[in-house]
């Protein structure tokens, strides 16, 4: 089984729509969104209804901490998100909003995790940067791959022979074995708001055959993603940040 | 974890083992036979039981990774891979062959041999490098010569590749390797570069070249250390016949520096083929180690501080690439001339690793095996090398960028293709043929090199902008 994993879409229509249809020519058996839909971008409202329908159609979609903050109305973000969130909360409708308050913090799914932040305390929303992070959120959970999203880095730590823990930053489209029985912990990076430096959407394949994750960067429209935000009235940085990716 | 002893005739996922044809320390070989695979092949078991070094695992699990992305003639062929969690163990091509192991047994070696089995190494590593990996434990026993004289590396277990996590990094405090060939900044442990991959070989050489290991066999890690400070014997003190130019490329190779070294395998490669063109430094002329003055001074003078990172392995070969180009000497206009050589300099500016070797073709009416006897042919062919130096001259090209070579065949196309083939080149540059009779009568060399060549091929035509084009003559059947 193929899983295309994204997280952060970040309400950017043009850089999850360029990851779908990138997605699409590899023919995944499913979809799996971990969490932060909303926040930042001017599309959200069709971001949540193409990941509700989605989600009809089988594939599992995880709640972050902007969508919990659109849905609080509140949330320890910083000045640009929040003003970010706020105009998000109010172009939601009803039926979008409820669809996000249902979404769950973590999924299990046979020996993996899906989850948005570091996993010994999802919804504290803690980010998986270094060696430190990865091992903390490794030692929370049985399962043997951990699957997140949350800081926009593409990462891989795994937990060697040695219980040694090594940190790794992928390389486009160059599958990585994840070999049993060592233990992993893949960190997505953003479909919709990439910090990395490479402004290209970024998402991942994980081949349930093969235990390889690839991680996959789509370029897409950023200028038209850009222009949106300053049209829907954004603070501008949230539009020009998308071009440096950072 | 207890499994059961493997005995012969046990069977693992469908592979049937026979018999164990190798005790190495850390894994032991079986050759097997499976219904759907034709062999001969081999299964690489790990040594799990004995001692449980994690090296052994760590090491295994990186064989895995690695050996299924390889490919290509210089790697033995990966069949199947087992799990962890099960049996682990690795299917794979038995090589046919020997490896070099065998040769230590008669030291020193003939010149000619050293130098073709340089060649086919330094082929094989280059292959190796372009699909990202760097071997990282070269030496004899890790290379095989099929039949044919093909070089085959094996054992990737302590390898890197560039572009996977490196499991040993993390691993362990001591660096790993083959302590007679391991590179200086292996022993720093620095694992992602590919000259480490050219100072083994050179070690090899030196060593099958004079009978001696350049730095010996050290055991200690403060002893391995030495060789960031300590220059090896020159081959020729202890082989007076070693020529000078092998000499010179030996200690290149064994240069403290990896910058210092060849750019690339392929460089190497194309070296050691053709050594009139070796251009001769003080290496080859040195024939005792450097004094005990000069050595302190490397050991303990804080100043002196070798540079032994680079840039990725990407980007170290991206940034050495050989350059051909091919130039028609006898009937070339002279604007075809000059807009070739400009477009050779472009390609140089932009790559300052890059090396250019200029071709030209003596055409000859029949097949004459042995032209160096008719001394008509001799001169013709030192004009044309004169020639060639002096179309690249105005690059003004150091004497180590630049090589010439006359080829004589019958057909330009299939002997700059037959030279495509068998020299690491990564570009091609040549002129369009103009005369469109010429053309039409003997068919367009550049047409057909564009078309074959294993290579990126650019075909070069003069600006011809403001003049009425002729029409496309027909395309010449191939």
Redesign the interface.
């Known amino acids: 089984m193929r899983i295309a994993l994204m997280s952060d879409i970040h309400g950017n229509r043009q850089a999850f729509e360029a990851c779908l249809a990138h997605a699409e020519g590899l023919a995944p058996d499913r979809y799996a969104i971990l969490g932060d839909l909303v926040g930042y971008g001017a599309d959200p409202d069709w971001v949540v209804d193409r990941v509700r329908e989605m989600v009809g159609r089988g594939a599992i979609a995880l709640l972050g901490n902007h969508d919990e903050a659109v849905l609080a109305g509140q949330g320890d973000l910083n000045a640009a998100a929040t003003v970010a969130m706020l105009w998000t909360r109010q172009r939601l409708g009803a039926p979008a909003l409820d669809f996000l308050g249902a979404l769950p913090l973590a999924v299990e799914e046979e020996d993996r995790l899906y989850v948005h932040a570091e996993a010994s305390a999802p919804q504290r929303w803690h980010y998986v940067l270094d060696a430190d992070d990865a091992r903390r959120s490794l030692e929370a959970t049985d399962q043997r791959l951990t699957f997140c999203g949350h800081t926009h880095i593409p990462r891989?730590f795994?937990i060697?022979?040695?219980e040694?823990?090594?940190a790794?930053h992928p390389?486009s489209a160059?599958p990585?074995?994840l070999?049993?029985?060592?233990r992993w912990l893949a960190v997505l990076g953003a479909v919709g708001q990439p910090r990395d430096g490479n402004p290209a959407a970024c998402y991942a394949v994980f081949d349930t055959e093969s235990q390889e994750l690839a991680w996959h960067r789509v370029p897409y429209d950023v200028a038209g993603a850009a222009a949106a935000i300053l049209a829907a009235g954004l603070p501008e940085m949230l539009a020009t940040r998308l071009y440096g990716g950072h | 974890m207890v499994r059961p002893r493997l005995a012969p005739a046990t069977t693992i996922d469908g592979f049937t083992l026979e018999t164990v044809v190798h005790h190495g320390s850390m894994a032991l070989l079986w050759s097997v036979t499976h219904p759907d695979h034709p062999g001969p092949l081999l299964m690489k078991l790990p040594r799990l039981f004995e001692g449980e070094d994690p090296a052994t695992i760590v090491s295994f699990e990186m064989e895995q990774m690695i050996l299924p992305r390889l490919s290509g003639p210089h790697v033995p062929r990966c069949i199947a891979i087992g799990d962890f969690t099960r049996q682990p163990y690795i299917v794979m091509e038995r090589v046919p062959g020997a490896s070099l192991y065998g040769r230590l047994e008669a030291l020193p070696r003939p010149i000619e041999e050293v130098v073709e089995t340089g060649i086919a190494v330094a082929t094989a590593l280059d292959a190796v490098h372009r699909q990202h990996v760097v071997h990282l434990d070269l030496k004899p026993s890790n290379v095989i010569l099929r039949p044919d004289g093909v070089a085959v590396l094996v054992d990737f277990g302590l390898s890197r590749h560039d572009q996977l996590p490196d499991l040993m990094e993390e691993e362990f405090r001591l660096p790993y390797g083959t302590a007679p060939y391991m590179a200086p900044e292996q022993v720093m442990r620095i694992r992602d570069e590919p000259a480490s991959d050219l100072f083994a070989l050179g070690a090899m050489l030196a060593f099958f070249t004079t009978g001696v290991r350049p730095f010996g066999d050290p055991q200690r890690l403060a002893n391995l250390r030495r060789r960031l400070w300590r220059d090896p014997v020159p081959p020729r003190a202890l082989r007076p016949d070693c020529p000078p130019w092998l000499q010179e490329v030996i200690l290149r190779c064994l240069e403290v520096e990896p910058r210092s070294r060849y750019a690339s395998a392929a460089q190497l490669a194309f070296a050691l083929r053709h050594p009139e063109q070796v251009p001769l430094t003080a290496r080859a002329a040195k024939l005792r180690r450097d004094g005990w003055a000069a050595v302190l001074r490397r050991r303990f003078n804080p100043a002196w501080q070798p540079q032994l990172r680079r840039p990725s392995l990407a980007g170290a070969l991206a940034a050495a690439p050989i350059i051909a180009v091919a130039i028609d000497l006898t009937d070339q206009p002279p604007a075809l001339a000059e807009a070739l050589r400009a477009t050779v300099g472009h390609v140089l500016a932009t790559v300052p690793g890059a090396r250019l070797a200029c071709l030209n073709v003596l055409r000859q009416n029949r097949i004459a095996p042995d032209q160096s006897l008719d001394p008509e042919g001799h001169n013709k062919h030192l004009q044309r090398l004169a020639e060639l130096r002096h179309w690249a001259a105005p690059l003004g090209l150091a004497e180590a960028r630049v090589t010439f070579h006359v080829l004589e065949a019958v057909s330009p196309a299939d002997a700059l293709l037959d030279y495509l083939r068998q020299n690491p080149v990564d570009h091609v540059v040549l002129g369009a043929r103009t005369g469109s009779l010429r053309r039409k009568l003997l068919g367009s060399v550049s047409g057909e090199v564009a078309e074959k060549a294993p290579c990126t091929v650019t075909v070069v035509r003069p600006g011809q902008r403001g003049v009425p084009a002729e029409p496309p003559p027909p395309r010449h059947p191939a």
């Open positions: 891989l795994g060697t022979a040695a040694k823990l090594m790794f390389v160059v990585v074995p070999r049993r029985p060592r």
